[in-house]
């Protein structure tokens, strides 16, 4: 039985998650511009291009488009019985989206990447060994996770690691403070 991976926003970790799934016998579609999509098929990242309205018939939605744009694409994803994940380094007003669309959703943050961006860019193995976020909520479906932990660990080489949403940001916020250049006065 085939299964179908739809990827929103094939970049780096789109692209990376369409390799890492086509190696794990997916079939995987890429919902991007056009020349983003060629430029993907091209590279193997996906199998073919697609649409928003394909995607609803997905067995898993990855939403890979920049964080700004995630919450419009959620709602243009509802309704849907797919199962949906997202890759973006901020969770709070991404899950409460998700979970006031009544999507099936898991929130996703691979803690893998590269200075470089594009598909172009894009590595089958780029979340091996790499601690990968997964953000459920007390409305997240047991199922829906264990899914969603099963493709992170499985098909993309990645170590699920369960964190509340508001927990991940706040640890976030404090890594990037960490990494940020001192204030001179």
């Not at 511009?33 to 073919?48: C, F, H, Q």
């Not at 994940?85 to 990447?113: C, W, Y």
Request: aromatic share 4%; proline share 6%; glycine share 10%.
């Amino acid at each position: 039985m085939s299964r179908t991976l739809a990827i929103v926003g094939v970049g780096l970790v789109g692209g990376s998650a369409g390799l890492a799934a086509k190696a794990a016998d997916w079939e995987v579609v890429g919902v991007d511009d056009p020349p983003v999509l060629e430029k993907a098929a091209d590279l193997g990242a996906i199998d073919r291009a697609s649409t928003m309205k394909e995607a609803r018939g997905a067995d898993l939605v990855v939403l890979a488009a920049p964080i700004s744009r995630i919450p419009a694409l959620i709602g243009d994803l509802a309704p849907t019985d797919a199962l949906v994940t997202d890759v973006a380094s901020t969770k709070m007003n991404i899950v409460q989206e998700a979970e006031a669309r009544g999507l099936r959703f898991v929130g996703g943050h691979p803690m893998a990447g590269s200075q470089l961006s594009g598909v172009a860019n894009a590595k089958g193995d780029l979340f091996h060994g790499a601690r990968y976020f997964l953000t459920p909520t007390e409305r997240t479906d047991p199922e829906a996770y264990r899914e969603v932990a099963r493709f992170v660990r499985g098909d993309l080489g990645a170590v699920p690691t369960a964190v509340e949403p508001e927990k991940h940001d706040l640890l976030m916020a404090s890594r990037t403070c960490r990494t940020s250049w001192p204030l001179r006065s």
